[in-house]
């Protein structure tokens, strides 16, 4: 006997962050953030539908894992920290100072 039914595990399943990141990480060997996971794991379904009627054939959950995040996912970008922006911002302030000053200054002779 099943303690469970399959409407419950789905339904945990697709409100479970940590569930959902181990499975796609089962599934397809990459590590994706908890939310994106979950984002990536409630697409799962249509997605799967979707690759079956372009391919005319029923395709596995795996397969449809692997296909979502190779060719619909994009990591996201890492914000940079407030030292490299700051850094970055000094170093455009320095840079445009030391041209304007060698510039302004080319015509002297010593």
Known sequence: MIPYSLEHIVTELNSNEAAAQALLE???GRV?????????????????????????RDVGTKVTAVDLIENFYEPPRRKPSAMEVFLKDTSNRVGTWLFSYFTANRGLTP
């Open 26 to 28: 089962a599934f397809t």
């Open 32 to 56: 994706i953030p908890k939310p994106d996971a979950l984002n990536l794991f409630k697409r799962l379904p249509d997605h799967k539908w979707y690759l079956s009627e372009r391919l005319g």
